[in-house]
């Protein structure tokens, strides 16, 4: 398992992958902080700990989740090995989140912030790396790029 941590000022996000047949268990409470997945690669399988409910079983490969309800421990599994992109709640109050794939020209509206989790993206003539957070501002800008991005405001 690796997971890698990033703190941004709208939110935190968790880049997680699992090897095949490899679990993860999150603690009490962390359901009640996600704002959503992103599954990059493979498929997850869920299960609320205390009551063995089962939260999700995504049969395709890749695809946004919005978020989990709840607040007992969770465990995911990855029957075949997975990669996602996990965004939670930090201080800084409630967020929207909408993911979009992007490949050439696109908008981002005024207000918008975004993380690229998955390839690069030039906004403004600023580029934006994979895992990087950009600001929203007062204005739509014009961007290009490849990759998937999550919009936050």
């Known amino acids: ?6 703190r941004y000022s709208v939110c ?3 880049r997680v992958t699992l090897d095949v047949g490899e679990t993860l268990t999150f603690p009490r409470g962390s ?7 992103l599954v ?26 919005k978020r989990f309800s709840g607040t007992s421990p969770i465990s995911v599994f990855a029957p075949d090995g997975a990669e996602w992109f996990c965004l939670s709640r ?11 794939t992007i490949d050439g020209e696109f908008t981002l509206a ?15 003539g600023i ?8 600001k929203p501002r007062l204005t739509d800008l014009n961007g290009t790029g490849a ?4 919009l936050v405001r």
């Not at 299960?47 to 989740?65: A, K, M, Q, S």
């Not at 005024?110 to 906004?123: E, K, T, Y």
């Not at 990759?147 to 999550?150: A, H, S, V």
């Open 1 to 6: 398992m690796k997971n890698v941590s990033y």
């Open 12 to 14: 935190h996000a968790d």
């Open 31 to 37: 359901a009640a902080r996600s704002l959503g997945v």
């Open 40 to 65: 990059l690669q493979g498929r997850l399988e869920s299960t609320e700990n205390e009551t063995g409910d089962v939260l999700l079983r995504e049969p395709e490969p890749i695809g946004f989740l």
């Open 90 to 100: 930090n201080d800084s109050g409630d967020r929207e989140v909408a993911c979009q």
């Open 110 to 124: 005024a207000g918008w912030g975004l993380i690229v989790a998955q390839g690069s993206v030039v906004i403004d």
């Open 127 to 134: 580029e934006v790396a994979q895992d990087r957070y950009f």
């Open 147 to 150: 990759g998937i991005i999550l």
